[in-house]
């Protein structure tokens, strides 16, 4: 059941941070949870839940961290769904009597040098690459790398210390380069 | 330097994190050894290619939905706060912890004398295998409610502001229903002949015509929020028309505007078919001289009503007035407070703001001066008339 605090109305100051937070963030929010979930569907009811989530705790988080908050939340919001999916996997895999097989991401290293170079497409190279970092690098990138967020704003995003983010944004990088070298080498 | 150290340095100094000593150190690794220098080459260029990225943007659906969710009275989904572990649950985690750890200990110093493990170990073993498993579920990190510290912020800022003793908000008038109105009239005003305007130059085939559609339909929005505001203060009682006529025409023109649908054709003539009409009402422009405004009787009341106006027409507030935030944000940044200067005491303590037509119209001038990393204000809002 959905919790509810539908009562608070903002004051007028309020509401003008949260129009602002609405016209910087939304974008970005809907590109953090695409990366996350691999659906921009899906990425833009997050963002939208996840503002929903500011308007009803406006009360409770100040202006200057309605960022991090957001991220937060759709980061909530995107493992939650990550965790359905896999549920649904899991029940599939019973179907098909197929129980050891582990969950993992569809491989597309393979295929995907032929279709990008077909393509030409640098950009689909870039989101292929950012698709195949492990989860926990790959979401320190985006926040960092991608959404230019600081260190100590992702740490509170991920739930980590700050030298964690460094450290994964560091490995991250260190992935993603030698991704990007091969796909746009090909 | 050791290659693995450098290259974490490196990521750091890429972002601006590295004290001048240890970004100086670790560049001139980079320039002495080949594979750290072709790693600081690959992440810069990494770091531009995604700065090339395409920007994903919410669809033009998103706002309205949100919106429509919020008018709903939709509550907070679930997911956003997932339930923390149950107390038992964690004592259980804790005592299979403990018994697994303590199997391993005794595993280990078994295998540490070179004893033959008793018989009777073995089930106990086996299940320690699962609970290892079961420890590992529940060492995964558990997310909880965003930002704890966030709380202890608010704290901070809920604890009323002495504002009255500070001279830049004791110079400032509270913001009123009456500002409010007086301020949605002004830019009702403003907007209507702005949309004429754009009438005319779209009739005239001189000028540039799809630049004058967007103006007339722009303002004619504009127009339109504002009277429903206007109209809606009427029907507090807060408001009164001293012109009947132009009570006529107000209410015409939103009824009008509000049902103009989403124009796929942008032709002259389907914008003058649609918007001619309600900008037609001359009266429109000069709505100020011909409204009376009520006074509050109950402070608390007013502050409700204009509470629960912004709920209801959120868009229009920033509309009307430019917020320049409350004492944290200002403190002493202010040199020359004007007397036009409102303040409006939200939940978070008073917050500087200013009437937008009086900014615009009169061009009033906010300088900005660096100051040693510090931004100073200097505020020059003129009254309107």
């Known amino acids: 059941m959905a919790q509810s605090n539908t009562e608070y109305q903002p004051d007028p100051v309020t509401m003008v941070a949260y129009h602002r937070a609405l016209a910087e963030h939304a974008d970005g929010l809907k590109a953090y949870a695409g990366r996350l979930l691999g659906d921009p569907v899906a990425a833009e009811d997050v963002a939208q839940d996840a503002f929903l989530a500011l308007y009803r705790h406006l009360n409770q988080v100040p202006a200057a961290a309605y960022r991090p908050w957001l991220f937060r939340v759709a980061r909530n919001l995107c493992l939650d769904q990550l965790r359905r999916r ?48 492990p989860t926990k690098f790959r979401e320190a990138f985006v926040l960092c790398e991608v959404e230019g967020m600081s260190y100590e704003d992702a740490a509170v995003v991920m739930g980590c210390p700050v030298k964690t983010v460094s450290t994964r944004l560091f490995r991250a990088r260190q992935r993603f380069t030698s991704l990007v070298s091969r796909l746009i080498k090909v | 330097m050791n290659c693995n150290f450098c290259r974490h340095e490196l990521s750091q100094c890429l972002d601006g994190r590295l004290p001048s000593g240890r970004r100086t150190s670790a560049l001139a690794h980079a320039e002495s050894c080949k594979s750290c220098g072709e790693f600081w080459t690959a992440i810069q ?57 303590a199997g391993l200990l005794i595993g280990a110093s078994t295998l540490q004398n070179n004893t033959p493990m008793p018989s009777s170990r073995i089930p106990s073993s086996q299940s320690d295998v699962a609970s290892v498993d079961e420890l590992s579920r529940a060492r995964e990190p558990r997310i909880d409610q965003p930002i704890s510290a966030s709380t202890t912020r608010l704290q901070e ?48 085939p001189t000028h ?88 509050a009787s109950d402070p608390a009341r007013e502050l409700h009503e204009l509470m629960e106006l912004n709920t209801r027409r959120p868009g229009v507030f920033p509309k ?14 202010i040199t020359n407070p004007s007397p036009n200067m409102l303040f409006v005491d939200g939940s978070c303590g008073p917050n500087l703001v200013a009437p937008r037509s009086e900014v615009t119209r009169h061009e009033a001038m906010l300088r900005v001066f660096g100051d040693e990393g510090q931004v100073r204000f200097q505020l020059e809002v003129r009254q309107g008339r």
């Open chain 1, 86 to 133: 896999k549920f649904k996997m899991s029940l599939f895999r019973d179907l098909e009597k197929d129980d050891n097989r582990p969950f993992t991401p569809p491989d597309r290293s393979n295929e995907q040098p032929d279709v990008l170079a077909e393509a030409r497409e640098a950009q689909d190279a870039i989101e292929a690459a950012i698709q195949e970092l």
């Open chain 2, 320 to 333: 009307l007035f430019i917020v320049f935030g409350d004492m944290s944000d200002i403190q002493g940044g």
């Open chain 2, 208 to 295: 540039n015509r799809a630049a004058a559609m967007r103006q007339v339909i722009h303002n004619a929005n504009e127009v339109r929020d504002f009277g429903e505001l206007l109209i809606d203060l009427n029907r507090r009682d807060r408001l009164v028309f001293t012109d009947d006529q132009l009570d006529r025409d107000l209410n015409f023109a939103v009824e009008w505007l509000d049902r103009v649908p989403k124009l796929s054709d942008h032709s002259p003539e389907a914008v003058d078919t649609y918007y001619g009409p309600a900008l037609s009402k001359q009266r429109l422009s000069n709505v100020t001289d011909h409204i009376g405004l009520r006074l």
């Open chain 2, 45 to 101: 260029a990494a770091q531009k290619m995604t700065a090339s990225l395409r920007k994903s943007e919410v669809s033009a659906e998103f706002r309205d939905g949100l919106w429509e969710r919020i008018r709903a009275g939709e509550g907070t989904p679930d997911a956003v706060f997932p339930a923390p572990v149950a107390a038992l649950a964690k004592v259980r985690y804790t005592l299979i912890g403990a018994a697994a750890a």
């Open chain 2, 157 to 204: 800022r809920i604890t009323p502001p002495t504002y009255t003793q500070n001279a830049l908000f004791s110079n400032a008038r509270p913001l009123t229903l009456q500002v409010l109105a007086r301020e949605a009239a002004s830019q009702l005003e403003q907007h209507y002949e702005e949309a004429a305007v754009g009438m005319r130059m779209m009739r005239d």
